[in-house]
Protein backbone atom coordinates (compact mmCIF):
# COMPACT_ATOMS: atom_id res chain seq x y z
CA UNK A 1 0.00 0.00 0.00
CA UNK A 2 2.82 2.38 1.01
CA UNK A 3 4.88 1.76 -2.39
CA UNK A 4 2.69 4.10 -3.69
CA UNK A 5 3.02 7.15 -1.63
CA UNK A 6 1.65 9.12 -3.94
CA UNK A 7 -1.73 7.73 -4.16
CA UNK A 8 -1.84 7.15 -0.20
CA UNK A 9 -1.22 11.11 0.62
CA UNK A 10 -4.17 11.96 -1.72
CA UNK A 11 -6.52 9.92 0.49
CA UNK A 12 -8.53 12.02 2.85
CA UNK A 13 -7.75 11.76 6.74
CA UNK A 14 -10.15 9.19 7.82
CA UNK A 15 -9.34 6.93 4.85
CA UNK A 16 -5.75 6.80 5.70
CA UNK A 17 -6.29 6.29 9.69
CA UNK A 18 -8.32 3.18 8.56
CA UNK A 19 -5.55 2.02 6.27
CA UNK A 20 -3.21 2.25 8.97
CA UNK A 21 -5.02 1.05 11.34
CA UNK A 22 -6.07 -2.49 9.21
CA UNK A 23 -2.05 -2.93 8.33
CA UNK A 24 -1.19 -2.43 12.03
CA UNK A 25 -3.42 -5.15 12.92
CA UNK A 26 -0.69 -7.87 11.65
CA UNK A 27 1.95 -6.28 14.14
CA UNK A 28 3.08 -8.43 16.36
CA UNK A 29 3.39 -7.20 20.37
CA UNK A 30 6.75 -7.58 21.81
CA UNK A 31 6.14 -8.89 25.94
CA UNK A 32 7.95 -6.03 27.18
CA UNK A 33 5.53 -4.08 26.30
CA UNK A 34 2.67 -2.68 28.32
CA UNK A 35 -0.81 -3.86 27.44
CA UNK A 36 -2.02 -0.51 27.40
CA UNK A 37 0.21 1.06 24.91
CA UNK A 38 -0.17 -2.09 22.26
CA UNK A 39 -2.44 -0.14 19.63
CA UNK A 40 0.09 3.10 19.81
CA UNK A 41 2.83 0.67 19.44
CA UNK A 42 1.37 -1.06 16.21
CA UNK A 43 0.39 2.48 14.88
CA UNK A 44 3.67 3.65 15.24
CA UNK A 45 5.38 0.44 13.49
CA UNK A 46 3.15 1.07 10.54
CA UNK A 47 3.72 4.75 10.50
CA UNK A 48 7.26 3.86 10.46
CA UNK A 49 7.65 2.13 7.27
CA UNK A 50 6.10 5.09 5.36
CA UNK A 51 6.75 7.99 7.64
CA UNK A 52 9.80 9.71 6.42
CA UNK A 53 8.47 9.23 2.56
CA UNK A 54 5.72 10.66 3.38
CA UNK A 55 6.89 13.91 5.11
CA UNK A 56 9.27 14.37 2.21
CA UNK A 57 7.24 13.76 -0.57
CA UNK A 58 4.36 15.95 0.52
CA UNK A 59 6.06 18.71 2.17
CA UNK A 60 8.93 19.12 -0.23
CA UNK A 61 7.12 22.28 -2.31
CA UNK A 62 7.03 24.34 0.83
CA UNK A 63 9.52 27.49 1.39
CA UNK A 64 10.74 28.98 4.43
CA UNK A 65 8.20 31.85 3.54
CA UNK A 66 5.56 29.47 3.31
CA UNK A 67 6.29 28.25 6.74
CA UNK A 68 6.34 31.26 8.19
CA UNK A 69 3.23 32.55 7.30
CA UNK A 70 1.45 29.22 8.27
CA UNK A 71 2.89 29.76 11.77
CA UNK A 72 1.73 33.56 11.94
CA UNK A 73 -1.64 32.27 10.92
CA UNK A 74 -1.86 29.93 13.81
CA UNK A 75 -1.00 32.60 16.49
CA UNK A 76 -3.35 35.08 14.70
CA UNK A 77 -6.29 32.15 14.78
CA UNK A 78 -5.60 31.23 17.84
CA UNK A 79 -5.00 35.17 19.33
CA UNK A 80 -8.65 35.65 17.83
CA UNK A 81 -10.48 32.80 19.22
CA UNK A 82 -8.95 33.46 22.54
CA UNK A 83 -9.98 36.85 22.45
CA UNK A 84 -13.26 37.00 21.09
CA UNK A 85 -14.73 33.09 21.77
CA UNK A 86 -12.67 32.54 25.44
CA UNK A 87 -11.83 35.36 27.40
CA UNK A 88 -15.52 36.72 27.74
CA UNK A 89 -16.63 33.06 28.61
CA UNK A 90 -13.81 33.11 31.42
CA UNK A 91 -14.59 36.31 32.55
CA UNK A 92 -18.58 35.27 33.16
CA UNK A 93 -17.59 32.46 35.49
CA UNK A 94 -17.16 33.06 39.23
CA UNK A 95 -13.51 31.73 40.56
CA UNK A 96 -13.26 29.31 43.42
CA UNK A 97 -9.92 29.92 44.58
CA UNK A 98 -7.64 31.53 47.16
CA UNK A 99 -7.80 34.93 45.68
CA UNK A 100 -11.55 34.70 45.20
CA UNK A 101 -12.11 34.13 49.04
CA UNK A 102 -9.73 37.44 49.87
CA UNK A 103 -11.40 39.95 48.15
CA UNK A 104 -8.47 40.18 45.43
CA UNK A 105 -10.67 40.51 42.51
CA UNK A 106 -8.06 41.28 40.00
CA UNK A 107 -5.49 38.37 41.57
CA UNK A 108 -9.09 35.86 41.27
CA UNK A 109 -10.26 36.48 37.59
CA UNK A 110 -6.06 36.71 36.67
CA UNK A 111 -5.71 33.58 38.02
CA UNK A 112 -8.64 31.60 36.02
CA UNK A 113 -7.52 33.43 32.66
CA UNK A 114 -4.18 32.66 32.68
CA UNK A 115 -4.59 28.87 33.75
CA UNK A 116 -7.22 28.59 30.72
CA UNK A 117 -4.39 30.14 28.12
CA UNK A 118 -1.30 27.86 29.38
CA UNK A 119 -3.72 24.87 29.01
CA UNK A 120 -5.01 25.87 25.90
CA UNK A 121 -1.65 27.34 24.39
CA UNK A 122 -0.23 23.78 25.01
CA UNK A 123 -2.01 22.64 21.98
CA UNK A 124 -0.64 25.41 20.19
CA UNK A 125 2.80 24.75 20.28
CA UNK A 126 1.88 21.35 18.21
CA UNK A 127 -0.14 23.38 15.42
CA UNK A 128 3.18 25.39 15.15
CA UNK A 129 5.68 22.62 15.18
CA UNK A 130 3.49 20.89 12.27
CA UNK A 131 4.02 23.96 9.83
CA UNK A 132 7.72 22.56 9.58
CA UNK A 133 8.77 20.79 6.44
CA UNK A 134 9.94 17.69 8.39
CA UNK A 135 7.26 17.21 10.97
CA UNK A 136 3.88 15.74 11.12
CA UNK A 137 1.14 15.08 13.18
CA UNK A 138 -0.46 11.85 13.53
CA UNK A 139 -3.74 13.47 14.63
CA UNK A 140 -4.17 15.99 11.87
CA UNK A 141 -2.87 13.25 9.23
CA UNK A 142 -4.26 10.40 9.75
CA UNK A 143 -6.93 10.88 12.36
CA UNK A 144 -5.11 8.82 14.97
CA UNK A 145 -3.45 9.07 18.20
CA UNK A 146 -0.24 7.60 19.48
CA UNK A 147 -0.48 8.08 23.09
CA UNK A 148 2.22 10.51 24.62
CA UNK A 149 2.97 11.86 21.16
CA UNK A 150 2.50 15.08 19.99
CA UNK A 151 4.41 15.34 16.85
CA UNK A 152 6.66 13.33 14.48
CA UNK A 153 9.55 15.23 13.01
CA UNK A 154 12.43 13.33 10.77
CA UNK A 155 16.22 13.77 11.39
CA UNK A 156 18.53 11.94 8.89
CA UNK A 157 15.70 10.00 7.76
CA UNK A 158 15.06 8.66 11.18
CA UNK A 159 11.51 9.26 12.59
CA UNK A 160 11.66 10.69 16.18
CA UNK A 161 8.56 10.87 18.40
CA UNK A 162 8.59 13.63 20.76
CA UNK A 163 6.28 14.78 23.33
CA UNK A 164 6.24 18.42 23.72
CA UNK A 165 5.36 20.51 26.50
CA UNK A 166 5.14 24.42 27.19
CA UNK A 167 8.32 24.55 30.32
CA UNK A 168 10.97 22.62 32.11
CA UNK A 169 8.62 22.11 34.97
CA UNK A 170 5.54 21.23 33.56
CA UNK A 171 5.25 17.74 35.15
CA UNK A 172 4.05 16.00 38.66
CA UNK A 173 6.09 13.20 39.52
CA UNK A 174 3.19 10.88 38.23
CA UNK A 175 3.11 12.71 34.78
CA UNK A 176 6.70 11.85 34.67
CA UNK A 177 6.38 8.21 34.78
CA UNK A 178 3.76 7.96 32.41
CA UNK A 179 5.93 9.77 29.71
CA UNK A 180 8.61 7.73 30.23
CA UNK A 181 6.68 5.03 29.75
CA UNK A 182 4.69 5.78 26.70
CA UNK A 183 7.76 7.59 25.18
CA UNK A 184 9.82 4.37 25.76
CA UNK A 185 8.09 1.92 23.21
CA UNK A 186 9.33 4.17 20.18
CA UNK A 187 13.24 3.80 19.14
CA UNK A 188 13.98 7.46 18.78
CA UNK A 189 11.92 9.45 21.43
CA UNK A 190 12.99 13.03 22.59
CA UNK A 191 10.86 14.78 25.74
CA UNK A 192 10.38 18.15 24.65
CA UNK A 193 10.57 21.97 26.29
CA UNK A 194 8.64 24.54 23.60
CA UNK A 195 10.49 26.99 25.29
CA UNK A 196 13.54 28.03 27.69
CA UNK A 197 12.52 29.63 31.06
CA UNK A 198 15.91 28.84 32.72
CA UNK A 199 13.75 26.79 35.49
CA UNK A 200 14.64 23.38 36.68
CA UNK A 201 13.15 20.33 34.41
CA UNK A 202 10.69 18.06 36.13
CA UNK A 203 10.74 15.47 33.76
CA UNK A 204 13.80 12.99 34.17
CA UNK A 205 14.68 10.15 32.88
CA UNK A 206 17.97 7.86 31.94
CA UNK A 207 15.63 6.46 28.94
CA UNK A 208 14.67 9.00 27.38
CA UNK A 209 16.66 12.41 25.81
CA UNK A 210 14.78 16.03 26.36
CA UNK A 211 15.77 19.10 24.87
CA UNK A 212 14.39 22.51 25.27
CA UNK A 213 13.92 25.78 23.11
CA UNK A 214 16.43 27.10 20.37
CA UNK A 215 17.86 23.30 20.52
CA UNK A 216 14.46 21.76 19.32
CA UNK A 217 13.19 24.60 17.09
CA UNK A 218 16.12 24.87 14.97
CA UNK A 219 15.83 20.94 14.25
CA UNK A 220 12.57 21.31 12.06
CA UNK A 221 14.10 24.61 10.34
CA UNK A 222 12.01 27.32 12.74
CA UNK A 223 13.44 30.31 13.65
CA UNK A 224 13.16 30.21 17.71
CA UNK A 225 13.68 34.02 18.15
CA UNK A 226 10.86 34.35 15.29
CA UNK A 227 8.90 32.32 17.18
CA UNK A 228 9.04 34.54 20.66
CA UNK A 229 8.30 37.36 18.56
CA UNK A 230 5.03 35.69 17.94
CA UNK A 231 4.22 34.67 21.36
CA UNK A 232 5.08 37.85 22.96
CA UNK A 233 2.65 39.61 20.49
CA UNK A 234 -0.14 36.84 21.38
CA UNK A 235 0.15 36.60 24.72
CA UNK A 236 0.31 40.73 24.79
CA UNK A 237 -2.58 41.31 22.86
CA UNK A 238 -4.62 38.96 25.11
CA UNK A 239 -3.37 40.62 28.20
CA UNK A 240 -4.37 44.17 26.56
CA UNK A 241 -8.03 42.55 26.00
CA UNK A 242 -8.42 41.03 29.42
CA UNK A 243 -7.82 44.35 30.91
CA UNK A 244 -9.98 45.98 28.55
CA UNK A 245 -13.05 43.50 28.77
CA UNK A 246 -12.27 43.55 32.96
CA UNK A 247 -12.59 47.22 33.36
Same mark, same amino acid.
Given at each position: ? @????????????????????????????????? =???????????????????????????????????????? #???????????? =??????????????????????????????????????????????????????? #???? !????? !????????? #???????????????????????????????? !??? @????????????? !?????????????????? #???????????????? @??????
Amino acid at each position: M @FKDINKFIQKNTKQKGKIIKRISREIIIPKNID =LNLADSYRIKETINKFVSKYIKQKKSSQTPNQIYDDIKNQ #FESFEKNYIEEV =LPEKLKEIPTNLYKMSNATIFSTSNLVTRSLSTKMGHLWERVANCSNVTLSTEAE #FDLK !IKGVD !IIFIKNDKP #FYAQLKTLEGTLTGSQQKRSEQELSIHNNAIF !IAA @FDTGTGWTFNSKK !IQRIKGKEFWSQINIDYN #FLLECVKKMIKNIENS @FVELRD
